[in-house]
């Protein structure tokens, strides 16, 4: 059985950092992602991780800003996120693939993931 635990979350001011980690369980593919949700909104990708190649994959809004990384002795893929603005705030959902795929097609899609973590609060203030 697939489990995704988030950690991390939290409140900073603009141009603060945070780091968030998902610690996996269970048989997750190859392919990991972070999403962001706000209120009223269907969630957005962030970033993605082939873990097989350790390739990322940015959004535009996150390049130059945030790393998406994975520890593989823990099972952990991990956001580090610099220079926050007020628009990043949300829950942070990791989310895994659940299969193996190819580095092309480890993106950031909502329905080309399986399984979901509970989500982690950011917050962020001008």
């Known amino acids: 059985q697939v489990q995704l635990v988030e950690s991390g979350g939290g409140s900073v001011q603009a141009g603060g950092s945070i780091r968030l980690s998902c610690a996996a369980s269970g048989y997750i593919g190859n392919c990991m992602g972070w999403f962001r949700q706000t209120a009223g909104k269907a969630r957005e990708g962030v970033a993605a991780i082939h873990t097989g190649d350790d390739r990322p994959y940015y959004r535009d809004h996150v390049k130059g800003r945030f790393t998406i990384s994975q520890d593989k002795a823990k099972n952990t893929v991990i956001l580090q996120m610099t220079t926050l603005r007020p628009e990043d705030a949300g829950i942070y959902f990791c989310?895994?693939?659940?299969?193996?795929?190819?580095?092309?097609?480890?993106?950031?899609?909502?329905?080309?993931?399986?399984?979901w973590g509970q989500g982690t609060q950011v917050t962020v203030s001008s």
């Open positions: 989310a895994a693939a659940g299969r193996d795929v190819g580095w092309l097609n480890c993106g950031t899609s909502a329905g080309f993931f399986g399984f």
